[in-house]
């Protein structure tokens, strides 16, 4: 699965003129980073899309805080894996097995959520999330809020 690379918002264009792509980890990296840093509805075709992190900006990094912010971190990817399976099942069904293959690798597929670290220093919140693909490569994302 490729998708168009964005930096800092905007999209990265090439030296051709056409915009640079992304697949594997770095897709996945790309699209968590943004499913946690989007204000959750802004996706009108996909409504989980987003999250409620942005209310965390600058609050006090208490446990209590920590603790939310991890279950709406697992929310988020839990959202992104599920999201992800719906288009495999649908390009399963509308797309041949040659062009499904050509699509959607194994090191594509989100398979497995390691783990989720959340942690405070100083003013900053960090979050780390692990997955792993169903080609078996782990993939970090992280996060300061």
């Known amino acids: 699965m490729r998708c168009i690379k964005v930096a800092d ?3 990265v264009i090439g030296g ?3 915009p640079v792509m992304v697949e ?3 897709r996945i990296q790309q699209e968590m980073a943004l ?3 989007e204000p959750i509805g802004t996706d009108a075709v996909y409504p ?3 999250s409620d992190l942005w ?3 600058g609050a006090p990094a208490f446990d209590d805080n920590l603790t939310a912010i991890r279950s709406e971190v697992n929310r988020v990817v839990t959202n992104y894996i599920a999201a992800q399976n719906e288009q495999i099942a649908r390009d399963k069904q509308r797309l041949s097995d040659n062009e499904f293959l050509q699509v959607w690798t194994d090191d594509d597929i989100v398979s497995t959520l390691n783990s989720i670290t959340v942690s405070a220093t100083g003013t900053n919140v960090n979050v780390l999330v692990i ?3 169903a080609a078996a490569t782990q993939v970090s994302v992280a996060q300061t809020l």
């Open 9 to 11: 918002g905007d999209i």
């Open 16 to 18: 051709d003129g056409k």
């Open 24 to 26: 594997g980890a770095a």
């Open 35 to 37: 499913w946690l840093l």
């Open 48 to 50: 989980k899309f987003g």
């Open 55 to 57: 209310n965390y900006i």
């Open 131 to 133: 997955v792993s693909t």
